[in-house]
């Protein structure tokens, strides 16, 4: 694994002692030094797209530049209400049920800071988003960890059984991440139904991080858990404008849910950064308003649709069987065809031998489920086409197995 911070000595709390630095920092590092093609960190190597980008020069320029409202620039959560009012098939107060959050990983923070108290238990699927175990743990919670298999067809699911007995009297928050990264699954209707019903009969509130709600392939629905029945009123849907725009160094999150859980956020929010760029929100809040008008979501979705099919076949061509995923910017690969001890020492070879630089997916599970990705690498392909082409070159000259 990754080494621990240097600092860490005897001044460091023991909620961050036993913290790594991030897997990216060692790859992006390695990337660097053998000039490799870097499909490790998942953001977008292409601008933003300009209806975006005027949209915040434009903020800036009429002096949107001061403090605004903690919970939200106004525009922006009135925005946000009218999309999410769609998706959700409800009304959606913008006053009351959005928490703007410095993005999707503040929201996440944020909510752990807001509902656990310690020795709370949460429940995460692995692979998971690695800031889920940190946010669970520094507020004093405890992750139990809930595995998801990769199946014939490229899919990816959980053991029923595995799940429910996950949940203990101390379970507080589940988090469910769809459409999921890395695996790119796309939770079905009935396994959101069942995950629904577990969670109402134990009284457990689902934190949904939908930061990839737009990129869905082939298809396939975006179900969303707070739209079933019962559930709005024990879940908070996270977004981020980061991964919708390709803006992801503009840190806009929000939170949205029911105004009980809402306070909560807000009261633990207003004291972590108060409030978030208000020029970046106003942005954000004119990029929400008139995407749909000009079909930019679909518009997206074929571009991420035509990148992962692009990425997929140069991984295939070189024995990297790619689980084709139904959502989201990544895809995993199957490395078993080449005899590597695990999913690190092949990363790293393909970095520095081969020159395309993925990540090893253990570094999204628990150390007991670590050898569940001993043969997956992740790639991602929020990449120029330019950029794909250059990686596939490469992956052409691995030595076939
Ligand atoms: C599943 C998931 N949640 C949250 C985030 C963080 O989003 P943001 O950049 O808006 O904080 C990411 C970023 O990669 C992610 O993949």
Known sequence: MTAPFSTVNDYTAARVRGFEASIFAEFTALALQHQAVNLGQGFPNFPAPDFVLEAARRAVAEHHNQYTRYAGHLPLVEALAAQAAQDLGRSIDPLTEIQITAGATASLYTACQAFLDPGDEVILFEPFYDAYP??????????????????????????????????????????????????????????LAEIAALCQQQDVIVLADEVYERMTFDGQPMQRIAALPGMWDRTISIGSAGKTFSVTGWKVGWSIGPAPLIAALRAAYQWITFCVATPLQAGVAAAVALAPAIGYYEEMATMYRRKRDRLGAALAAAGLRPLTPAGAYFIIADTSAFAFPDDFAFCRWLTSEIGVAAIPPGAFYSEPHRHLARHLARFCFCKTDETLDAAARRLAAIPKP
């Open 134 to 191: 940190a946010d669970v743990t520094m507020a004093g919670g405890a992750p139990r960890y809930v595995p998801l298999h990769p199946q014939a067809d490229g899919g990816w699911a959980y053991d029923p059984q595995a799940l429910r007995a996950a949940f203990s009297p101390r379970t507080k928050l589940l988090l469910l991440n769809t459409p999921h990264n890395p695996t790119g699954k796309v939770f079905s209707a009935a396994e």
